[in-house]
């Protein structure tokens, strides 16, 4: 009898220690979704086997690791991202300001993840024609109201890939597009009599922001702003991507 009470109150000793560290380490396990469009070479889309990869997925989950978070990802159009965003099943994306659909919905950290370039590309063939492929969602920081008004008929894609492929089968006169994807597709060729570029604007900045539904919202924005002011770099992805000094 001795024996066995010795047992038991060793086992509820040992209980004890050991159930406050269990729930801890549950409550330390936290996930976030960072959903995010495709984007070429930042953020690429495996077709075959649905893999989301590319240098700002790869920073960003070593940055959420770094902040205390697991992140899982969702790579989706525009249109469908900015819908859950507004309901908080995405907590964390990456945006430029000025998006009608997003702006009221989440808040964006100061400093840049990056900056972008704008551009328009002309089918020299079709140079008098107002057709001209984008993302449908995409604001394009003002310039899809300017184009419109200037006459241009916007055929919309759901992403990026989709628009340059769409200009190139010659399904439009006129490509609005970023210059990153755009270079991406266009590979080791080069611009040639057909087509010609035209620089919309650049040094678009472009931020994570943080879904005013998220659970995680005022945690997840005050540690991405306290990183973000740890740094003297211009934008994240610098900071994150620049060499280790060697010893």
Not at 61 to 75: A, P, R, T, V
Not at 143 to 167: C, H, N, Q
């Amino acid at each position: 009898m001795r024996n066995l009470c010795g047992s038991m109150v060793l086992f509820l000793m040992i209980f004890a220690a050991l159930f406050p560290l269990s729930v801890l380490a549950q409550e330390e396990i936290k996930t976030v979704t960072l959903g995010i469009v495709v984007f070429p070479p930042l953020v690429i889309n495996d077709s075959e086997t649905g893999r989301c990869y590319g240098e700002v997925v790869e920073m960003s989950s070593e940055l959420l690791k770094q902040l205390g978070y697991n992140m899982s990802i969702e790579c989706i159009p525009p249109i469908r991202l900015y819908e859950r965003v507004k309901q908080g099943e995405i907590d964390l994306t990456v945006n430029v300001k000025g998006t009608t659909a997003l702006d009221d919905h989440a808040t964006f950290i100061d400093k840049p993840v990056t900056n972008l370039t704008l551009m328009r590309v002309v089918n020299n063939a079709r140079i008098n024609e107002k057709s001209i492929a984008g993302i449908r969602g995409y604001d394009y920081v003002g310039e899809r109201i300017r184009l419109v008004e200037e006459g241009y008929e916007f055929v919309d894609v759901p992403s990026s890939v989709d628009s340059i492929k769409f200009f190139f089968f010659d399904r439009t006169a006129n490509l609005i597009t970023y210059e990153r994807p755009f270079y991406y597709f266009l590979g080791d060729n080069e611009f040639n009599d057909r087509t010609s570029s035209i620089t919309l604007k650049k040094n678009i900045p472009t931020f994570f922001a943080v879904s005013l539904k998220s659970k995680y919202k005022d945690d997840l924005f005050k540690k991405l702003s306290a990183y973000s002011e740890s740094f003297k770099e211009d934008t994240i992805l610098e900071h994150a991507t620049k060499p280790t000094p060697q010893l």
